[in-house]
């Protein structure tokens, strides 16, 4: 059968979906040609199987959730504590039961065009979700960590409904007052905290990236407000902008010049 196609032809079964007649008779294919094509096509089939597993991984704590009885669970993380400027962001995510996006972890070890993609891609299939932003200006009057759980209750509160389990990346939140969950590097480890993880850095991405456009000098584009070395020097050469943390030390020490 597969002598009857070109190998052109048989790329384009292979990327439409293979048969199982299909695919034996490929394999028997004893073109060169045809051959590096199921070699290639075994590869991506495996890397497909390891991001589906990996997705079932991080999807253990959701199931335990649900088989205790919960129906809305909303993971929750944050973008933007450790930088010297910009506002800290936080999102809450509820997925549906059936939600499946293979490659989805860590906003960070994502590259640019997986978030974006992603981004949209959460947004129109969640349930419900929920952005808030915290300013430089607040941060310094309440300090990081109140204005991270500030921005992550403002995010719960934009859901509909409401949820009954929360689980967070790292940070305690008896705030909510509601059933949570904390876990250190929630977001490699529950697909609902990756989400949020998504939502959280690309929307604050975003804001830094019109940041910078309005004050160049600092390459808030490129290090989004992180203390890089460019960013230091801005800092000692220019001053503060009216979005830099003056209570982080960095900060305070280009004050003082």
């Not at 910009?86 to 509820?94: K, L």
């Amino acid at each position: 059968m597969s002598y009857t196609y070109t190998i052109a032809q048989i790329k384009q079964h292979i990327e439409a979906g293979l048969t199982t007649e299909e695919e034996l008779a490929f394999r028997r294919d004893a073109r060169k040609g045809v051959q590096q094509l199921m070699r290639k096509y075994d590869r991506e089939r495996a890397k497909q199987e390891e991001l589906r597993q990996q997705f079932n991984d991080m999807s253990k704590w959701e199931r335990e959730c649900r088989a205790r009885g919960k129906r809305y669970i909303a993971g929750i993380d944050e973008a933007g504590r450790g930088p010297l400027a910009g506002p800290v962001v936080a999102a809450a995510v509820m997925l549906p039961e059936d939600f499946y996006l293979p490659g989805l972890t860590d906003s960070k070890q994502l590259t640019l065009a997986e978030r974006e993609h992603f981004f949209t891609y959460i947004q129109e299939h969640a349930v419900s979700y929920g952005i808030a932003m915290v300013d430089s200006k607040t941060i310094d009057e309440i300090n990081i960590l109140q204005a991270t759980k500030q921005a992550m209750l403002q995010a719960i509160q934009q859901l509909n409904p409401t949820p009954d389990q929360l689980l967070i990346d790292a940070v305690p939140l008896p705030e909510a007052s509601l059933t949570y969950q904390s876990m250190p590097k929630g977001d490699q480890r529950s697909i609902s905290i990756a989400a949020a993880s998504v939502l959280a850095k690309v929307s604050r991405d975003r804001y830094m990236s019109q940041l910078g456009q309005q004050y160049p000098g600092y390459h808030l584009e490129k290090n989004m407000g992180y203390g890089t070395k460019a960013h230091l020097d801005a800092l000692r050469n220019q001053g503060v902008t009216p979005y830099h943390r003056l209570s982080f030390a960095p900060v305070k020490a280009a004050v003082k010049l």
